[in-house]
T-cell receptor
Framework: GAVVSQHPSRVICKSGTSVKIECRSLDFQATTMFWYRQFPKQSLMLMAT?????????EQGVEKDKFLINHASLTLSTLTVTSAHPEDSSFYIC?????????????FGPGTRLTVL | EDQVTQSPEALRLQEGESSSLNCSYT??????LFWYRQDPGKGPEFLFT???AGEEKEKERLKATLTKKESFLHITAPKPEDSATYLCAVGGGTSYGKLTFGQGTILTVHP
């Protein structure tokens, strides 16, 4: 498997400010990381696929200029929510494409709860 | 388009009362069917990966099975600590690496 951390675990910000969320793969060099968003009582929705050293691939309907993703190393990907608004309040979770039992298996971080006032 | 439907939406069991959760799926070229457990306010925890019809995986009180159209997560003699949301996801052949998740089943086990 893979151990994944996220920082911060919770963040509260004012409307119009930007927030950066870090996702780290602690014991595995992750070529690919994924960012998900989860609203209350809903399932995970994939936002984007982050590949080390290249531009992220965003899902349909996700604004790439609002949700900036940087995957600068094999252990770190960041998601920056720019000019956050209350509707961006959600639970953001990253995952790492591991190698056990296959490269299709994703291991998830603990999540970041974003509240925009 | 890959689709995953889980049922029931919520399930309440008494401790020791065995049951099953269902995950129906449609996918073009299954690369894997995945089961995760998610506790409130936490990220999903990996449980199983199944690749082909007829395959079974077990872990403690949980057993996952797979057919060509659905997967079952059997819970034998559950305990209160098994209470969580169980998520099913599929990886399809047309979207390498991406997972499509179902809505989840909220399991509550009463002592």
């Amino acid at each position: 498997g893979a151990v994944v951390s996220q920082h911060p675990s919770r963040v509260i910000c004012k409307s119009g400010t930007s927030v950066k969320i870090e996702c780290r793969s602690l014991d595995f060099q992750a070529t690919t990381m994924f960012w998900y968003r989860q609203f209350p009582k809903q399932s995970l929705m994939l936002m984007a696929t982050s590949n080390e050293g290249s531009k992220a691939t965003y899902e349909q309907g996700v604004e790439k200029d609002k949700f900036l993703i940087n995957h600068a190393s094999l252990t770190l990907s960041t998601l920056t929510v720019t000019s956050a608004h209350p509707e961006d309040s959600s639970f953001y979770i990253c995952s790492v494409a591991g190698d056990f039992p296959s490269t299709d298996t994703q291991y998830f971080g603990p999540g970041t709860r974003l509240t925009v006032l | 388009e890959d689709q995953v439907t889980q049922s029931p939406e919520a399930l309440r069991l008494q401790e020791g009362e065995s049951s099953s959760l269902n995950c129906s799926y449609t996918v073009s070229g299954l690369r894997g069917l995945f089961w995760y457990r998610q506790d409130p306010g936490k990220g999903p925890e990996f449980l199983f990966t199944l690749y082909s019809a007829g395959e079974e995986k077990e872990k403690e009180r949980l057993k996952a099975t797979l057919t060509k159209k659905e997967s079952f997560l059997h819970i034998t003699a559950p305990k209160p600590e098994d209470s969580a949301t169980y998520l099913c996801a599929v990886g399809g052949g047309t979207s390498y690496g991406k997972l499509t998740f179902g809505q989840g089943t909220i399991l509550t086990v009463h002592p």
